[in-house]
């Protein structure tokens, strides 16, 4: 079973950059999917990006972050980075990576899911 860790989260000001990275061990197939959930205190989980792991070329973003995140994978690290630009307090929240078979099920949040990283920023 495919097991992702997070890295990357931090404190950052308004305005900054942060790059998450999920590192995941584990046999992945072609029709694997890849996605980025975040959960603020006291608010539901929502989906932040995703990514297909076969070639990349499906990518999907929230609203909130479109133009600002960007999802990325190398397959030969076996590693999906968030690169998150213009960093807003409302962006402030715990950061989740979910591998899973296949987008739909991804989408919904059915996956492996790590640990998780905290993103922290002030304003």
């Known amino acids: 079973q495919v097991q992702p860790v997070e890295s990357g989260g931090g404190l950052a000001q308004a305005g900054d950059s942060l790059r998450l990275s999920c590192g995941f061990s584990g046999r992945t197939f072609n029709q694997s999917a890849v996605a980025w959930f975040r959960q603020a205190p006291g608010k539901d989980r929502q989906l932040v990006a995703l990514?297909?792991?076969?070639?990349?070329?499906?990518?999907d973003y929230a609203d909130s972050v479109k133009g600002r995140f960007t999802i990325s994978r190398d397959h030969a690290k076996n590693t999906v980075l968030l690169q998150m630009n213009s960093l807003k307090p409302e962006d402030t929240a715990v950061y989740y990576c979910?591998?899973?078979?296949?987008?739909?099920?991804?989408?919904?949040?059915?996956?492996?899911w790590g640990q998780g990283t905290q993103v922290i920023v002030s304003s």
């Open positions: 990514i297909g792991w076969s070639d990349g070329s499906t990518r």
């Open positions: 979910v591998v899973g078979p296949s987008i739909a099920p991804v989408r919904a949040g059915f996956g492996s």
